[in-house]
């Protein structure tokens, strides 16, 4: 019988993150930041990566000089390390490193010198502090620019006092920077206000990369949940970058 009334169209749910194909953000270079500890748990994370999808891994410690001091020289080394483990496993899952970059004078210092870590088309991953941005970020972002980089913003979504000021997304995007979301936000990790910012800078197609922001092998399984949610289900209509850098 002829029926009015039109299906409403189903949701596409993601048996896994092989849409992405590549993880952009994450700490599994070990013992040298807030990530994993040992290698052990790296090559963990690794295996739950690769059984979530992903074909490759660029893994991105955090350069902090007063917590986390580290060089272009000791994140290639501990990725030369974490290579070699991986190659003594049945792992097929590529390994690359870049850097996450906390935007202070420490970081103009290395851009000035060009000595930054990239990854695809000359990215440079930066973060701001959570308490407040630079006053000159957009001249930063500038200066990135004109050293050859193509910066993106780690987890916009987490900077709350960014909330209340979306016109700097747009001032940003002009600039000609882009934005990498973090999925454990989209499952909760960091609290409500949290997710639901990330859902709006989602909706107004805002975002150009997704990244995991992997610490430890309880992230994966938080993102494993987040594939049975309506929250991963919202990513289908959205095109991301992140499948450029295979």
């Known amino acids: 019988m002829f029926s009015f009334f039109k299906r409403r169209p189903e ?4 048996t896994d993150y092989g849409f992405l194909g590549v993880d952009i953000h994450s700490h599994l270079i070990p013992g040298i930041d807030d990530g994993v500890p040992d290698l052990e748990t ?4 690794l295996r ?10 660029v893994t991105t410690p955090h350069v902090l000089r007063d917590y986390y001091p580290n060089s272009s020289d000791t ?5 030369e390390t974490l290579r070699r483990a991986v190659a003594e496993t049945d792992l097929t899952i590529q390994v690359e490193a870049a850097a996450e970059y906390l935007i202070d004078d420490h970081f103009v210092t290395l851009l000035k010198s060009k000595d930054l870590l990239t990854f695809g088309a000359n990215y440079v991953l930066v973060e701001l502090s959570f308490a407040n941005a630079p006053l000159n970020l957009e001249d930063i972002i500038f200066q990135i620019q004109t050293n050859g980089y193509k910066p ?5 979504e987490r900077y709350s006092y960014l909330k209340d000021h979306m016109e700097r997304f747009g001032k940003l995007k002009d600039k000609g920077c882009l934005f990498q979301l973090n999925l454990l936000s989209l499952a909760g990790q960091y609290g409500g206000r949290v997710q639901q910012f990330a859902r709006q800078l989602l909706d107004e197609s805002l975002i150009d990369f997704v990244g995991s922001d992997l610490h430890r092998p309880r992230d994966a399984e938080k993102l494993t949940q987040l594939l049975q949610s309506k929250e991963l289900a919202g990513l ?4 991301f970058l992140n499948s450029t850098l295979l």
Do not use: N
């Open 11 to 14: 949701k596409t749910f993601f």
């Open 42 to 45: 790296a090559l963990t994370c």
């Open 48 to 57: 739950s990566f690769q059984e979530l999808g992903y074909k490759k891994v």
């Open 75 to 79: 994140i290639r080394q501990g990725l």
């Open 152 to 156: 993106i913003l780690a987890h916009p």
């Open 236 to 239: 289908a209509s959205h095109t």
